[in-house]
């Protein structure tokens, strides 16, 4: 579900959260694997106010695992822990509580050390629309928790969900927002599904998802839809729609007089990365030297 941001909206949603941080321990900033930076919330540092801090790269089953790696290790860079899961099959979700036992060891040690039998660690989960928040609480809990598509300024009675023994997650997740005034933050949320095409065209998205997969992923889409002829030129927009025609024409995507339906053509493109059958890809590197995918 795609939520409308109003600065109504985002001031609620911010204080919402702030209201929970009051609450907890620990939070687990959910993000989108493929797009670590434009699922990220432009004042989620402002908005978590100096609290402990678990990066959580969602969606890894469908990025690119080099590139991973290297957020993991940019995210480690900038003082955070991180962990990359997929939440859709539970991989590697079991790494969160214990990750976030270290990063509050010393509040635990400190506990232990007045005498105090410590208690679980509290966390919330917080993250824009659609990057997963609501299936990381279900695996988290081992059931079916979370209304998928909450909205922010939409409030319900607050409850613990055990995760093992060792801790407890808020029900409901903080819902952040996109950074959405940059374009390219859009077409890339776009791309990934996490904005639906009811507010960005579809032939545009697609146009865009080739325009991007046609320098540093070529190789997938030649594969995927062999294609015989590389753009020379991946930003010359011609030639972008040039290779969304070829893989219209090899997809039978033609309308009378043998023209390309580029709308249809889109909408395969599109499902195609979304499904991961494009294979692995992530959009954004955090280093400019990120090594081109070997496929
Ligand atoms: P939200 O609460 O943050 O808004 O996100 P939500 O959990 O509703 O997840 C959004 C979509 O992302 C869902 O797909 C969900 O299945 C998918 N998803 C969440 N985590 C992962 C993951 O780690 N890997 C993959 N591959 N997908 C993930 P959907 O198509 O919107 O719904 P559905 O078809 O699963 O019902």
Redesign the pocket.
Known sequence: ?TIQWFPGHMTRAKRQIQEKLKLIDIAIE?LDARVPLSSRNPMVDDILQGKPRLIVL?????ADPRATEQWMAYFAHEGHECVA?????GTRVNEIPIKAKEILHEKIAKQIAKGMNPRAVRGLIV????????????RLAGRNI?A???KPGVTKGQQWIKVGTEMELLDT?G?LWPKFEDQLVGYRLAMT?AIREQILNIDDIAFFAVRELAGRYWKVLKERYELDNAPSDPEDNEQIVQVMEDIGRKRGCLMGGGRVDLEKASGIILRDLRA?KLGRITLEAPYDDMPAREV
């Open positions: 579900m959910l969602n969606k890894s089953d469908l899961v997929d939440s859709s099959t993250g824009i629309p659609n990057v997963g928040k609501s299936t990381l609480i279900n979370a998928t598509g909450d997740p819902i599904g991961g």
